[in-house]
């Protein structure tokens, strides 16, 4: 018999094919799953007609379950023998709470097992042809959140984070774009640094603006950009900018359905 789990899984950035073949396998064989409003439509299919879906996220209008209403949900429904899953965008322990929510239940008694997915990050920057770390662009990447609560000042370490070599990459940070843009150019990064805005990154909606850092959250504005939107700040942004307009794939694998390969 099973011990009471509950799987932490991360669903990727949105388009399925970036799922885990370990998420992917999980989905078909939950019980129950239980996920964020992040997750994708592609992903949600594959859950199995007979699991229970939880939907916890928020939607317009409607309510979204407290972090701590969550976690005694997925302490109420881990049970022996069932295959509970908590589904979570991009990767779990990144800005997802997952690491909370595997503290309560442990706590609890349950055991927990995480699958990592593929982070935001990753996830768009690949999408977008910008690769996160280059040669002589950036040596190393920082991951950091833009979100504060309205009346409280977004506090991180401006004067680490202005840092020409290193490639930035703000999740949440639609809201605080322009106050997180002055800051950094306050604290010394030039305000020609380039800079992209992915928004719904690695699905079919998905929209890329590119603009020096002190124009990023006019120009995201000016594109209407919504939510997700992920930002990435550094000399890596124009790493791959080639003068000719470069061949894409269609779309991932569809190009090499079409072409007979899958
Ligand atoms: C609460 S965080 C969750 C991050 C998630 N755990 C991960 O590892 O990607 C949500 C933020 O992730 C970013 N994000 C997630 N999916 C995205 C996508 N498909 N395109 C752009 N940004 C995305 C956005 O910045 C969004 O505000």
Known sequence: MQPPTVHLVGAGPGDPELLTLKAARLLQLADVVVHDRLVGEGVLALIQPRARRIDVGKAPGRHALRQEEINRLLLELAAPDRVVVRLKGGDP?????????ALFLLRH???VEVVPGITAAAGCAASALIPLTHRGLATGVRF???HCREDEPLELDWHGLADPETTLVVYMGLAQIDRIAARLIGAGLPPATPAAAIAEGTTARERVVRAPLAAIGEAA???RLGSPTLFV???VVEALAVPLEAPR???G??????????
């Open 93 to 101: 322990f990144v800005f997802g709470r997952g690491g909370e929510e």
């Open 109 to 111: 008694g349950i055991a």
């Open 144 to 146: 950091v959140t833009g």
């Open 221 to 223: 504005r000016a594109a």
């Open 233 to 235: 700040i550094g000399r």
């Open 249 to 251: 794939p269609a779309a």
């Open 253 to 262: 694998l569809a190009r090499l359905e079409v072409a007979g390969h899958a």
